[in-house]
């Protein structure tokens, strides 16, 4: 009965200011570190609190406390752990480590109602005088004072970690390395786009005008944008290598503009979600490359390219062999060094697609959905000669069409499993030498 009671005390009432004895002995000895004088409390007391608070060994990364009487009366203190957050953290079925307090006493334990889901990683105490120390469930899940006591929590700490990216720029970039994931989540699930950009502000990426490694805001992206260009560009590659040699990037070298590079699958799908940011539309160089510019005049083909009877006879050619695959083949002059590229409408919508919906539709019904457009550089020795072999060698021409088609769909990432191409590849380059 004892450790019952000692249980009871220390969960609910161990900071209450009179002290409270059993057998004796006081109980109730932690101190309410939120209430103090941040500037009076030491590093110390934290580490020893951020312990006590989330039943954890390390130290606390970065360390919030706060105090304001308006809109509401509280007193916070927040911090974010020095670990990595673990694989149960990070599923969304974890709980919250922040507790709710009104006037030093235990309202709820973990309190997933005062701080977003996406900032499940936090740890700490939220204490309010504004809420009443006999609140119902069905206020504390939909009420007023907690609604607002959210929104000032949430934005007091996006703040708190923009302020923390401008004057300490590499502890943060550590953060973000290991915390990142969450503000990503955050922008996904929010509804409110002012929400989403303000989230957005603490993501970080690298850049095409900049070196590798080196990350860039959004903020700091738009700061650098030209006068005259209107969208936020993006290109979604696994490495930083295969961003700088695509050739969707390679298109958009004569506008100069920049671009930010997206490493992880799930970054693109976030500025989906995003879809904007300052006003400015965040669009990706696959969109923009299909959008440009870029009809070839038959009757005035470049020097070295190929001929018009040439292109047209080429082109009718492609769209019987890539038909039921290739919804169009259109002849361009924006690439260089890459002989063909795939596009569709909505590049990022459409890899989405294939990673988590492809897999369960016929091939027929996924070329209808997907709709791709084979773009040949009237200009490359391999669209030359591929010209050349269709009346020459007509099934090595129909083997290096598929392989091109295929080579332009695992480029856009439209490809779920890249390693189909091995077969037809070392068939095509067995029918090449055959006569070597």
Known sequence: MVFVCIGIVKKYSNFVGSPIFLNGSQINRVEALWLKDPKGVEAQMHEDFYRFVSGSYDRPRFVLHFATDAPLNLRCLLYV?????????????????????????????????????WLRFLKGVVDSEDIPLNLSRELLQEGVVIRKLRTVVTNRLLRFLQERAQKESETYLKFYKDYGMFLKEGIIIENEQLHKEEISKLLRFESSTKASGEATSLP????????????????????????????????????????????E??????????????????????????????????????????????????SLWLQQILKGRAH?????????SHPCVVTVEEMAAARHFVRTQSSQL???????????????????????????????????????????????MVT???????????????ELLTKALENH
């Not at 290109?235 to 961003?243: C, G, K, M, N, Y």
């Not at 169009?328 to 260089?336: G, S």
């Not at 439209?414 to 070392?426: A, H, I, Q, W």
Request: neutral net charge; charged residues 30%.
């Open 81 to 117: 752990p020095e670990g990595k957050p673990g694989l149960f953290e990070m599923s969304r079925d974890a709980q919250v480590g922040v507790s709710l307090y009104s006037r030093k006493v235990l309202i709820k334990n973990k309190a997933d109602n005062i701080i977003p889901q």
């Open 220 to 263: 700091d992206y738009l700061s650098r944008m030209q006068p005259a260009q209107k969208d936020i560009y993006y290109l979604a590659a696994p490495s930083r290598e295969l961003a700088e040699r695509s050739p969707y990037l390679e298109a958009l070298r004569e506008k100069a503009v920049e671009v930010l590079f997206c490493f």
């Open 265 to 314: 699958p799930y970054d693109e799908m976030v500025l989906l979600q995003l879809r904007q940011f300052d006003g400015k539309p965040i669009t990706s160089v696959e969109k923009e490359m299909r959008q440009m510019k870029d009809d070839v005049d038959l009757n005035s083909m470049p020097i070295g390219s190929l001929t018009k009877s040439e292109a047209e006879s080429l």
């Open 328 to 336: 169009a083949v259109k002849l361009t002059q924006k690439l260089d």
């Open 362 to 408: 016929t091939p027929e019904a996924r070329w209808s959905i997907l709709q791709p457009r084979f773009e040949i550089n009237i200009k490359h020795p391999l669209i030359k000669k591929l010209s050349t072999l269709k009346d020459s060698n007509p099934d090595l021409a129909t083997m290096l069409a598929d392989q091109l088609f295929a080579m332009g």
């Open 412 to 426: 856009a990432g439209l490809e779920e499993d890249p390693r189909k191409m091995v077969s037809s590849l070392n």
